[in-house]
């Protein structure tokens, strides 16, 4: 297929046109977005409640803490 013809610039073909209203005509945005929303919300409450289930580590040691008794040098 080549370059469009300057007439033709920017414009859409009639057939084009009308397969692309069949095909987004069972579009609904408004559902879209509801769907959207109740999915976000889903899995919000999925992860609060995976987050506050989890059990939080034991800290056995803080970083400055030494492991190994202090000695004296002989």
Do not use: H
């Not at 005509?25 to 929303?37: D, G, Y």
């Not at 609060?48 to 008794?69: E, F, G, M, W």
């Amino acid at each position: 297929m080549g370059a469009p013809a300057a007439a033709d610039a920017g414009t859409v073909a009639r057939d084009v046109k009308t397969r692309l209203r069949r095909e987004n005509k069972p579009l609904n945005p408004a559902a879209i977005q509801r769907q959207i929303q109740a999915l976000r919300a889903e899995l919000l409450t999925l992860t609060t409640a995976k987050q506050a289930s989890r059990p939080q580590p034991v800290i056995r040691a803080k970083p400055n803490d030494s492991t190994k008794q202090p000695r004296q040098a002989f």
